[in-house]
């Protein structure tokens, strides 16, 4: 595996998990904390990774932050809220509670 490959793998892991510690993500890969550390501030570059130091400590991403949600047009949102009154009660609370996904 080369560096792109694994700095692509470290993000796969961290928007499913969230939070990790450089030791397990070194020893998932089979390199040094070191080659981690300078994973994580290039990937710091492209995405809004976190790190922080002590116990509990680690890189994380925000809970906010999800690449692979559909994101809709200003025109479409609008769209959807003239439909919204015309909407069931179910269909509504789909649509209300989109940005929640």
Same mark, same amino acid.
């Given at each position: *595996?080369? &560096?792109?490959?694994? %700095?692509?793998?470290? *993000? ?7 939070? #990790?510690? *450089?030791? $397990?993500?070194? &020893? #998932?890969?089979? $390199?040094?904390? %070191?080659?981690? %550390? ?35 047009? $200003? #025109? ?10 015309? &909407? ?14």
């Amino acid at each position: *595996m080369n &560096a792109i490959e694994r %700095r692509e793998e470290i *993000m796969r892991i961290l928007i499913v998990r969230r939070h #990790e510690t *450089m030791q $397990v993500l070194a &020893a #998932e890969f089979g $390199v040094t904390d %070191r080659t981690i %550390r300078n994973d994580i501030t290039i990937l710091t570059a492209k995405y809004p990774l976190k790190t922080s130091r002590g116990i509990g400590g680690g890189v994380s991403i925000p809970d906010s932050f999800h690449p692979h949600k559909n994101i809709l047009s $200003v #025109e479409q949102v609008n769209v959807l809220k003239e439909l919204i009154p015309k &909407a069931n009660e179910h269909q509504q609370t789909v649509v209300l509670n989109y940005d929640q996904q």
